[in-house]
Protein backbone atom coordinates (compact mmCIF):
# COMPACT_ATOMS: atom_id res chain seq x y z
CA UNK A 1 0.00 0.00 0.00
CA UNK A 2 1.03 3.55 0.19
CA UNK A 3 1.34 5.63 3.07
CA UNK A 4 1.59 9.62 2.38
CA UNK A 5 2.48 12.13 5.34
CA UNK A 6 1.79 15.78 4.92
CA UNK A 7 1.70 18.42 7.25
CA UNK A 8 -2.19 18.97 8.19
CA UNK A 9 -2.02 22.79 8.66
CA UNK A 10 0.15 26.07 8.01
CA UNK A 11 -0.30 29.70 8.30
CA UNK A 12 0.91 32.15 5.69
CA UNK A 13 1.31 35.30 4.77
CA UNK A 14 -0.11 37.11 1.60
CA UNK A 15 2.32 37.93 -0.47
CA UNK A 16 4.78 35.47 1.33
CA UNK A 17 5.70 31.92 -0.21
CA UNK A 18 5.25 28.87 1.51
CA UNK A 19 6.38 25.42 0.57
CA UNK A 20 4.11 22.08 1.87
CA UNK A 21 5.82 19.39 1.53
CA UNK A 22 4.83 15.85 1.40
CA UNK A 23 6.60 12.23 1.70
CA UNK A 24 4.96 9.11 0.83
CA UNK A 25 6.69 5.30 1.11
CA UNK A 26 5.46 3.07 -1.34
CA UNK A 27 6.53 -0.50 -3.06
CA UNK A 28 6.60 0.98 -5.99
CA UNK A 29 6.06 4.31 -7.67
CA UNK A 30 4.21 5.72 -10.70
CA UNK A 31 4.06 9.48 -10.68
CA UNK A 32 2.62 12.00 -7.55
CA UNK A 33 -0.25 14.25 -8.16
CA UNK A 34 -0.94 17.88 -6.45
CA UNK A 35 -4.39 19.21 -6.21
CA UNK A 36 -5.81 22.19 -4.57
CA UNK A 37 -9.37 21.91 -2.66
CA UNK A 38 -11.34 24.83 -1.78
CA UNK A 39 -14.08 23.63 1.32
CA UNK A 40 -16.91 22.52 0.18
CA UNK A 41 -16.06 21.95 -3.17
CA UNK A 42 -14.19 19.49 -5.40
CA UNK A 43 -10.33 18.99 -6.25
CA UNK A 44 -8.85 20.66 -8.82
CA UNK A 45 -5.59 19.91 -10.50
CA UNK A 46 -1.84 22.19 -10.29
CA UNK A 47 0.48 19.53 -10.94
CA UNK A 48 2.10 15.93 -11.74
CA UNK A 49 5.48 15.03 -10.73
CA UNK A 50 6.67 11.81 -12.05
CA UNK A 51 10.65 12.17 -12.63
CA UNK A 52 12.92 14.07 -10.62
CA UNK A 53 13.23 17.50 -10.41
CA UNK A 54 11.26 20.57 -10.35
CA UNK A 55 7.85 21.95 -12.36
CA UNK A 56 6.87 25.15 -12.40
CA UNK A 57 3.63 26.57 -13.64
CA UNK A 58 3.14 30.44 -12.98
CA UNK A 59 3.08 31.15 -9.29
CA UNK A 60 3.31 27.24 -8.33
CA UNK A 61 5.90 24.58 -8.41
CA UNK A 62 6.12 21.28 -7.36
CA UNK A 63 9.33 19.32 -6.76
CA UNK A 64 10.20 15.61 -6.53
CA UNK A 65 12.49 13.22 -4.99
CA UNK A 66 11.84 10.29 -6.10
CA UNK A 67 14.80 8.49 -3.82
CA UNK A 68 14.05 10.39 -0.72
CA UNK A 69 10.30 9.69 -1.33
CA UNK A 70 9.25 13.28 -1.10
CA UNK A 71 7.84 16.39 -3.15
CA UNK A 72 6.83 19.93 -2.63
CA UNK A 73 4.61 22.43 -3.52
CA UNK A 74 5.98 26.10 -3.34
CA UNK A 75 3.28 28.65 -3.59
CA UNK A 76 4.48 32.25 -4.52
CA UNK A 77 3.08 35.41 -4.22
CA UNK A 78 0.59 34.30 -2.08
CA UNK A 79 -3.23 35.81 -2.13
CA UNK A 80 -5.77 35.20 -0.05
CA UNK A 81 -7.64 32.78 -2.60
CA UNK A 82 -4.88 30.42 -2.12
CA UNK A 83 -6.59 29.63 1.38
CA UNK A 84 -7.36 26.01 0.72
CA UNK A 85 -6.30 22.44 1.35
CA UNK A 86 -3.67 21.37 -0.44
CA UNK A 87 -3.40 17.68 -1.24
CA UNK A 88 -1.04 15.31 -2.46
CA UNK A 89 -1.31 11.81 -4.04
CA UNK A 90 0.86 9.15 -5.46
CA UNK A 91 -0.32 7.04 -8.05
CA UNK A 92 -0.45 3.32 -7.25
CA UNK A 93 2.02 1.38 -9.10
CA UNK A 94 1.06 -1.53 -11.17
CA UNK A 95 -1.63 0.58 -12.44
CA UNK A 96 -2.73 3.56 -13.97
CA UNK A 97 -5.38 4.90 -12.58
CA UNK A 98 -5.90 4.20 -9.00
CA UNK A 99 -4.41 7.00 -6.97
CA UNK A 100 -3.72 7.22 -3.55
CA UNK A 101 -4.39 10.92 -1.61
CA UNK A 102 -2.76 12.01 1.58
CA UNK A 103 -5.01 13.87 4.01
CA UNK A 104 -4.14 17.27 2.97
CA UNK A 105 -2.42 20.45 4.21
CA UNK A 106 -5.19 23.23 4.99
CA UNK A 107 -3.28 26.41 3.74
CA UNK A 108 -4.26 29.68 5.85
CA UNK A 109 -3.38 33.29 4.37
CA UNK A 110 -3.61 35.84 6.78
CA UNK A 111 -3.07 39.77 5.46
CA UNK B 1 -14.36 25.37 -20.50
CA UNK B 2 -16.03 21.42 -20.77
CA UNK B 3 -16.50 20.89 -17.04
CA UNK B 4 -17.66 16.99 -15.30
CA UNK B 5 -21.32 17.73 -14.15
CA UNK B 6 -23.10 15.46 -10.99
CA UNK B 7 -26.57 15.32 -10.16
CA UNK B 8 -28.16 15.74 -7.39
CA UNK B 9 -25.80 17.83 -5.54
CA UNK B 10 -27.19 16.29 -2.20
CA UNK B 11 -29.30 13.42 -1.97
CA UNK B 12 -30.72 12.13 1.74
CA UNK B 13 -31.45 8.32 1.73
CA UNK B 14 -32.66 6.17 4.65
CA UNK B 15 -30.45 3.43 5.75
CA UNK B 16 -31.28 0.11 2.97
CA UNK B 17 -32.29 2.25 0.13
CA UNK B 18 -30.88 2.27 -3.12
CA UNK B 19 -28.92 5.15 -4.58
CA UNK B 20 -27.45 5.77 -7.89
CA UNK B 21 -25.22 8.99 -8.41
CA UNK B 22 -25.15 10.40 -11.56
CA UNK B 23 -22.38 11.78 -13.92
CA UNK B 24 -21.47 13.18 -16.89
CA UNK B 25 -17.97 13.16 -17.64
CA UNK B 26 -16.49 15.64 -20.31
CA UNK B 27 -17.73 14.45 -23.71
CA UNK B 28 -14.42 13.78 -25.42
CA UNK B 29 -13.29 11.47 -22.13
CA UNK B 30 -12.61 8.18 -22.21
CA UNK B 31 -11.93 7.29 -18.19
CA UNK B 32 -14.42 7.91 -15.54
CA UNK B 33 -14.01 7.50 -11.99
CA UNK B 34 -15.61 7.90 -8.57
CA UNK B 35 -14.04 8.39 -5.26
CA UNK B 36 -15.67 9.29 -2.01
CA UNK B 37 -14.74 11.77 0.30
CA UNK B 38 -15.93 11.45 4.14
CA UNK B 39 -16.47 14.50 5.66
CA UNK B 40 -13.31 16.00 7.22
CA UNK B 41 -11.06 13.05 5.95
CA UNK B 42 -8.99 12.11 3.13
CA UNK B 43 -10.41 11.62 -0.71
CA UNK B 44 -10.72 7.73 -1.80
CA UNK B 45 -10.59 6.02 -4.72
CA UNK B 46 -13.40 4.11 -5.47
CA UNK B 47 -13.08 2.48 -8.88
CA UNK B 48 -12.12 3.57 -12.78
CA UNK B 49 -14.39 2.49 -16.06
CA UNK B 50 -13.04 2.17 -19.13
CA UNK B 51 -14.48 0.83 -22.13
CA UNK B 52 -17.76 0.04 -20.50
CA UNK B 53 -15.77 -2.22 -17.82
CA UNK B 54 -14.25 -1.22 -14.58
CA UNK B 55 -10.45 -1.21 -14.95
CA UNK B 56 -9.65 -0.98 -11.31
CA UNK B 57 -11.25 -0.31 -7.73
CA UNK B 58 -10.42 -0.48 -4.60
CA UNK B 59 -11.12 -2.22 -1.70
CA UNK B 60 -13.88 -0.25 -0.75
CA UNK B 61 -16.03 -1.10 -3.79
CA UNK B 62 -17.78 -3.78 -2.53
CA UNK B 63 -20.73 -5.93 -3.79
CA UNK B 64 -22.93 -3.05 -2.89
CA UNK B 65 -21.31 -0.68 -5.34
CA UNK B 66 -21.80 -0.90 -8.99
CA UNK B 67 -20.87 1.35 -12.23
CA UNK B 68 -22.52 1.91 -15.52
CA UNK B 69 -22.50 3.83 -18.60
CA UNK B 70 -25.93 3.36 -19.40
CA UNK B 71 -25.80 5.63 -22.76
CA UNK B 72 -23.14 7.85 -24.69
CA UNK B 73 -23.12 10.40 -21.84
CA UNK B 74 -23.97 9.16 -18.25
CA UNK B 75 -21.74 7.54 -15.82
CA UNK B 76 -23.59 6.35 -12.58
CA UNK B 77 -22.75 5.14 -9.01
CA UNK B 78 -25.39 2.35 -7.77
CA UNK B 79 -25.41 1.76 -4.12
CA UNK B 80 -27.41 -0.61 -3.19
CA UNK B 81 -28.10 -0.71 0.44
CA UNK B 82 -27.01 2.21 2.14
CA UNK B 83 -25.39 2.01 5.46
CA UNK B 84 -24.86 4.80 7.77
CA UNK B 85 -21.22 4.69 6.59
CA UNK B 86 -21.96 5.86 3.45
CA UNK B 87 -22.51 9.18 4.13
CA UNK B 88 -20.15 10.85 2.39
CA UNK B 89 -19.21 13.30 -0.63
CA UNK B 90 -18.58 11.42 -3.87
CA UNK B 91 -16.67 12.76 -6.57
CA UNK B 92 -16.84 11.82 -10.64
CA UNK B 93 -13.99 12.39 -12.53
CA UNK B 94 -13.03 11.85 -15.64
CA UNK B 95 -9.54 11.75 -18.17
CA UNK B 96 -8.90 11.69 -22.26
CA UNK B 97 -6.34 8.85 -20.84
CA UNK B 98 -4.75 7.59 -17.73
CA UNK B 99 -1.21 8.02 -17.11
CA UNK B 100 0.20 11.38 -16.79
CA UNK B 101 -2.87 12.94 -18.02
CA UNK B 102 -5.17 14.64 -15.32
CA UNK B 103 -8.50 13.89 -13.94
CA UNK B 104 -11.05 16.69 -14.09
CA UNK B 105 -13.20 16.32 -10.75
CA UNK B 106 -17.05 17.06 -11.36
CA UNK B 107 -19.03 19.29 -7.93
CA UNK B 108 -19.55 16.31 -5.78
CA UNK B 109 -22.66 14.83 -4.67
CA UNK B 110 -23.24 14.64 -0.77
CA UNK B 111 -25.03 11.24 0.19
CA UNK B 112 -26.50 11.76 3.56
CA UNK B 113 -27.68 7.98 4.96
CA UNK B 114 -29.81 8.70 8.32
Known amino acids: GQNIDQPTEMTATEGAIVQINCTYQ??????LFWYQQHAGEAPTFLSY????GLEEKGRFSSFLSRSKGYSYLLLKELQMKDSASYLC????????????FGTGTKLQVIP | EPEVTQTPSHQVTQMGQEVILRCVPI?????FYWYRQILGQKVEFLVS????????KSEIFDDQFSVERPDGSNFTLKIRSTKLEDSAMYFC????????????FGPGTRLTVT
Open chain 2, 93 to 104: ASSEWPGLYEQY
Open chain 1, 26 to 31: TSGFNG
Open chain 1, 49 to 52: NVLD
Open chain 1, 89 to 100: AVRDPGGYQKVT
Open chain 2, 27 to 31: SNHLY
Open chain 2, 49 to 56: FYNNEISE
